[in-house]
């Protein structure tokens, strides 16, 4: 499985409105990517202005259609903005749980 970990500065100013444009992009991938296995969001319990995001997916080139998507797009175009630092973005292969006891995200 490929793993994309994003870390998300929000502007203060600009929190709700990017938490729902991310959750919107969150559900888009789910529920419309067949190989988005899991789509996670969480709030940092230091700072609420930071996000963590840790998505999984089928192989690289799945993560390369996502990127693709107009939820994506849309969640992209929408809040450039609203970032307060540029994603700090890092990608890696899973070692543990073996690729077969990955299920898709209900």
């Given at each position: 499985m490929?793993?994309?970990?994003?870390?998300?500065?929000?502007?203060?100013e600009h929190r709700e409105e990017f938490i729902e444009a991310m959750l919107a992009d969150g559900r888009g991938s789910v529920n419309n990517e067949?190989?988005?296995?899991?789509?996670?969001?969480?709030?940092?319990?230091?700072?609420?202005?930071k996000l963590h995001l840790y998505e999984v997916y089928t192989s690289e080139q799945a993560f390369d259609v996502h990127k693709e998507t107009p939820h994506f797009q849309t969640w992209l175009d929408t809040t450039k903005d609203w970032l307060a630092a540029p994603l700090d973005i890092?990608?890696?292969?899973?070692?543990?749980p073996?690729?077969?006891?990955?299920?898709?995200?209900?």
């Open positions: 490929f793993a994309v970990i994003v870390k998300v500065q929000i502007k203060p067949p190989d988005c296995l899991l789509f996670n969001i969480v709030e940092d319990h230091t700072d609420p202005n890092s990608t890696g292969s899973h070692l543990f073996a690729d077969s006891v990955w299920q898709k995200q209900a």
